[in-house]
């Protein structure tokens, strides 16, 4: 299992917009990978749904983690796209 341990940078946490942006880079990864709270039970980051049923708020750690093989550079864009908040999909996700 490979994990990263990242704050979420969006302000408002991951909530419609945001949320919109991580499920679709998380869908683009072409592994599967889970999200969930520090602590929490993960859930597939693939999923709207799932993802906005965190409650993920700005400021707060989450963990992305996946048991693929050679997932370390997708985990590394996903929590490189959550740290910074960015607000459009980049190219290289």
């Not at 880079?25 to 993802?51: E, H, R, Y």
Request: aromatic share 2%; hydrophobic share 50%; proline share 4%.
């Amino acid at each position: 299992m490979v994990e990263r341990r990242v704050n979420v940078g969006w302000a408002e946490g991951l909530h419609a917009r945001p949320a919109s942006i991580f499920v679709r880079a998380a869908t683009a990864a072409g592994v599967p990978v889970t999200i969930a709270k520090a602590g929490g039970t993960p859930v597939n980051a693939a999923s709207m749904l799932a993802v906005l049923g965190l409650g993920a708020q700005g400021g707060e750690e989450i963990v992305l983690a996946t048991e693929a093989d050679g997932a370390e550079a997708a985990l590394d864009r996903l929590a490189k796209l959550v740290a910074e908040g960015l607000e459009e999909l980049p190219e290289t996700v």
